[in-house]
């Protein structure tokens, strides 16, 4: 069964920094293209960031500068270090896994963790 879990959200002041971790399971991560998305009340879920097993990575102009997609194949774990943090940025987190699995190509979504962004 595969998993994704995501953790380190929460309420965080203006400017501020946090660390979302996603921790997968039942999948060749090493293998997989990362990424996450987000999804604010009345908006359609879009790309934050993501990261191919190569270690290539991809941004939203919006998050450009003041996000860090990462990942670590020994953990099975992909992080996004976000700061300088904004009331936009406010949002449910989605962790993404895609990738081929004998030969069906596979998409993966996590739970989602909420970021909020306010004083």
């Known amino acids: 069964q595969v998993q994704l879990v995501e953790s380190g959200g929460g309420l965080v002041q203006p400017g501020g920094s946090l660390r979302l971790s996603c921790a997968a399971s039942g999948i060749i991560f090493s293998s997989y293209t990362m990424g996450w998305y987000r999804q604010a009340p009345g908006k359609q879920r879009e790309l934050v960031a993501t990261i191919t097993h190569g270690g290539n990575t991809n941004y939203a102009d919006s998050v450009k500068g003041r996000v860090t997609i990462s990942r670590d194949n020994t953990k099975d774990t992909v992080y996004l270090q976000m700061n300088s943090l904004v009331p936009e940025d406010t949002a449910v987190y989605y962790c993404?896994?895609?990738?081929?699995?004998?030969?069906?190509?596979?998409?993966?979504w996590g739970q989602g963790t909420q970021v909020t962004v306010s004083l």
């Open positions: 993404n896994a895609k990738g081929w699995d004998r030969r069906t190509f596979k998409d993966y």
